[in-house]
């Protein structure tokens, strides 16, 4: 089976790198999958957005993501978040009380996190 090398990084730490054989983004003009061989491509990522990674090896990973920008060349796929954090490290009950805050950036990182772990959990 074909692979891609893949680098998931945020401002604040390195999340991800590996191969992976398929990885989906939301960005500004909607959402990409990105399967080995794709096209380069250039996409800025949505401000409250979900990145899946489907790992050669293990279960698929699922972060929420606060903006960036996602790099598609011949060899790699690098997502540069200006926020990320992994589905599993959500808590829920704080992004379900966030998601109701007034402040504009913790309202969109809330609902990030609400919406990828709703996607971790799909099939």
Known sequence: ????????????????????????????????????????????????????????????LVAAVQGGFLSVSAEKVTILADFAVWADEVDTSAAESDAQHDDELTRSRAEAGLRAVRRKAEA
């Open 1 to 60: 089976m074909a692979d891609i090398t893949v680098e998931l990084v945020s401002v604040e730490r390195m999340l991800w790198s590996g191969q992976a054989t398929i990885v989906t983004a939301e960005t500004t003009e909607g959402e990409i999958g990105v399967l080995p061989g794709h096209e380069p491509v250039l996409g800025q990522l949505v401000e409250n957005g979900v990145v899946t990674i489907r790992p050669v090896d293990g279960d698929k």
